[in-house]
């Protein structure tokens, strides 16, 4: 024998024994899907533990930023991190074919461990990843500016000078200013560093086994025509949008009239928000009957002495209303809803679930308002999601896709801000007649000043997102291209000339701190389905019955609404989102078909006003 024979001898022997001891090799099907079974109950515990304490440390840094903080919370992300990547490389390493195990929910959750995100990162490049996520949030969070009126006043921050602004000023300079500053200071100095995140994030997916980071985003909603399926939604609402787009910039030319010319967009720091996403703050400018009583509540809420803490309880009173989960008493003692005047905190509004089954946050600098009363419902349902699915096994607490999180509280706010739900609730004057036909149409209009109005916007960051992660843009058109979509999309321009020395869409919350957006999109169109079918088994809504039209239905105090929404939450994310739509609605689609029952009368209505205007919807 020669010693290249006995070479290959050994060879073989060694790849023998090995194949031996590969347990897929060794062990039946049936063996092996036990054995992975007992090790994801086995990691239940441990996950949940994990996930407490770096939200624990995330928590104490997003309601304190500071250095101590920061650098503890980034430790337990990346504590976190190198967890996630070790039970996924133990899964890979002991059921390598895991994804042909019979069971298909067991491969379901597999599937889950193994799609890490940026966890997947090698540890340095993952450190590197969190710092920059870290420290544009933190640029976004502690930006100020100074004041048009006040020039030495420099400490307004977004929340709650800026918006205040934004939503009450018509001085028109005075918008201007507060817009240039906050989308220079804001945006402008991250522009770099958020060219660096794009790069390591998609690293990162592509170490997932994506192209980019939009195809991972993509994924949470578990479809191949997910985008083409969205395209068509917004095709099939942009003529409502195009209506009141045409209809606002109309009135708002007579307020405003020397900001506009023939191109038919509209200045964007004219439409009451800071990135004109929504618009219900110029509700007294444009609305249809303007000498009907306002249904506008926030004045009430002030005279009635309403605090921040009386909103969540209205809220909190809404849910249990309809025999949903109370919270509990850690969530009143542990939240913090109110900003702080002795530190700096991450103001923008979120909802915490610590992993443990008890402990659950909302973090919201609120204001006595009745937009923020909206968003109170908004942060309530993302609790009452995670409160009905807390009992599923660790992979499936999340939602059915993202935009069902965004969309349960959303769904109960249709019925709270509706002008009966006030009346019950005493936040509108008895008095106030409101079942005639122009108060009906003033109600859609603010409504679609909110919902309709932010349906381009909410696809478009995204779209925006998916264009840089996937290489059509870059880093030179960063700029260009945020405005290219803005006007595209939403008809609108910036209120002064813009050069990729800025980076104004830096200068919207979710970008910088990373949070995918088609979420509100679709959240946007499936609250109406939701609503549409709750309000069905409420008898509140009958489509044969003019007398009770969809946009007047109140779900308060139905017990059967209440349990068929909780039907569908309650399974979390175990099954394809398509089944708990089928639970909550009876149907498996996104379809536009609910949002535009909800608002016939106001489309008939606004095709008739721009018609006898001469209003020509559309812009070039
Ligand atoms: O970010 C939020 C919530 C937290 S999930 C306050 N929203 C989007 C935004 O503010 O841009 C709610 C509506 C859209
Ligand atoms: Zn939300």
């Known amino acids: 024998m020669t010693i290249w024979t006995l070479a290959i001898v050994a060879f073989l022997l060694i790849c023998i024994i090995d194949a031996w001891n590969l347990p897929s090799l060794r062990k039946s099907t049936n063996d092996l899907e036990s054995e992975a079974h007992s090790y994801l109950v086995e990691l239940d515990q441990l996950s949940s533990q994990k996930c407490y304490e770096s939200y624990v440390a995330e928590w104490a840094y997003a309601t304190d930023i500071n250095d101590e903080n920061e650098k503890v919370k980034l430790e337990l992300s990346l504590d976190s991190a190198k967890f996630s990547k070790e039970i996924s490389q133990n899964v890979t390493a002991t059921f390598p074919l895991w994804r042909e195990f019979k069971d298909p929910d067991l491969v379901r959750k597999l599937k889950k461990i193994t799609i890490l995100g940026a966890a997947r990162l090698p540890d340095d490049q993952f450190k590197k990843y969190a710092q920059l996520e870290t420290d544009m949030t933190k640029h976004y969070s502690t930006t100020t500016i100074c004041s048009f009126k006040y020039k030495e006043t420099c400490n307004l921050s977004l929340e709650p000078e800026l918006t205040k602004i934004m939503r009450e000023s018509r001085n028109e300079e005075e918008l201007r200013h507060v817009w240039t500053e906050w989308h220079d200071k804001s945006g402008g100095p991250i522009k770099q560093t958020y060219k660096k995140f794009v790069e ?22 578990e479809s191949e025509t997910f985008k083409d399926d969205v395209e068509e939604l917004w095709q099939t609402l942009k003529p409502l949008y195009q209506q009141i ?15 506009f010319s023939d191109d038919g967009l509209i200045p964007a720091h004219l439409l009451g928000n800071m990135w004109a996403q929504s618009w219900e703050n110029i509700d007294s400018l444009t609305s249809p009957y303007p000498n009907k009583a306002s249904i506008d509540v926030t004045e009430q809420m ?47 509004a979120s909802a915490w679930d610590f992993c443990n089954g008890k402990d659950f946050r909302i973090k919201q600098c609120t204001r006595v ?7 109170v419902h908004h942060e309530m349902g993302h609790i009452q999601y995670d409160l009905l699915y807390k009992d599923q096994p660790y992979f499936y607490r999340e939602g059915a896709n993202p935009g069902f999180h965004e969309a349960v509280g959303d769904t109960l706010a249709l019925s709270v801000i509706t002008p009966k739900h006030l009346k019950e609730i005493g936040l509108l004057d008895e008095s106030i007649p409101i079942d005639d036909y122009e108060t009906s149409i003033n109600f859609l209009f603010s409504m679609a000043l909110n919902k309709i109005a932010f349906l381009p916007f ?42 990729e020395a800025n980076f104004d869409a830096g200068a919207k919350y979710h970008v910088p701190a990373n949070v995918e957006y088609l979420r509100y999109f679709v959240s946007t169109i499936i609250q109406f389905q939701f609503h549409r079918s709750l309000c069905i088994e409420a008898g509140q809504y009958d489509p044969l019955d003019p007398k009770k039209p969809l946009h007047n239905c ?20 175990s099954k394809p989102w398509p089944e708990v739509m089928r639970v909550i609605t009876g149907q498996e689609k996104m379809d536009a078909y609910a949002i535009r029952e909800y608002f016939k009368p106001l489309e008939k209505w606004l095709t008739a006003a721009n018609e006898e205007m001469g209003e020509i919807p559309g812009w070039k």
């Open 458 to 499: 909410s696809y478009l960051i995204d779209k925006y997102r998916w264009d840089i992660y996937d290489g059509t843009v870059d880093e030179s058109q960063y700029n260009t291209h945020w405005w290219r979509l803005r006007k595209e999309y939403q008809g609108i321009k910036p209120p002064n000339a813009r050069s």
């Open 245 to 259: 787009h045409a209809y606002v910039r109309a009135k708002l030319r007579n307020v405003y009239g020397d900001q």
């Open 302 to 348: 002030i005279q009635q002495g309403y605090t921040p803490l009386k909103m969540f309880q209205v809220s909190d009173e809404f849910f249990t209303s309809l025999g949903l989960i109370a919270m509990p008493d850690e969530f009143w003692k542990e939240s913090l809803i109110e900003k702080p005047d002795n530190r700096q905190v991450v103001c923008h």
């Open 554 to 573: 109140d779900i308060y105090r139905s017990k059967a609404a209440g349990s068929k929404l909780a039907a569908g939450l309650s399974m979390g994310s």
């Open 200 to 221: 390591i994030s998609n690293q990162a997916a592509k170490l997932n086994d994506f192209n980019d980071t939009g195809a991972l985003w993509l994924n949470s909603y």
């Open 369 to 375: 308002t009745a937009t923020d009363l909206v968003i």
